[in-house]
């Protein structure tokens, strides 16, 4: 949170709820490997995972697809 002053409690409200927004449903947390909290409570963090690894995986093809047709 930015260093502000707030003059009116609703104001510093808005602030606090949308870091908790942010910090559960758009940051990626290291200790529950790179998914937000709210994939890894609502039990969504193994398909968020495996769409990732699908996703490596195609574009590891096409990088070696690519670095073949410049080889060639």
């Given at each position: 949170?930015?260093?502000?002053?707030?003059?009116?409690?609703?104001?510093?409200?808005?602030?606090i709820e949308a870091f908790i927004e942010?910090?559960?449903?758009?940051?990626?947390?290291?200790?529950?490997?790179?998914?937000?909290?709210?994939?890894?409570?609502?039990?969504?963090?193994?398909?968020?995972?495996?769409?990732?690894?699908?996703?490596?995986?195609?574009?590891?093809?096409?990088?070696?697809?690519?670095?073949?047709?410049?080889?060639?």
């Amino acid at each position: 949170m930015l260093l502000e002053n707030y003059f009116l409690p609703g104001d510093l409200e808005c602030q606090i709820e949308a870091f908790i927004e942010h910090y559960n449903h758009q940051r990626y947390h290291e200790s529950l490997d790179n998914v937000t909290p709210a994939d890894a409570y609502f039990g969504r963090a193994s398909a968020v995972l495996d769409r990732r690894r699908r996703i490596k995986r195609k574009t590891i093809a096409h990088r070696r697809l690519q670095h073949r047709k410049i080889a060639a």
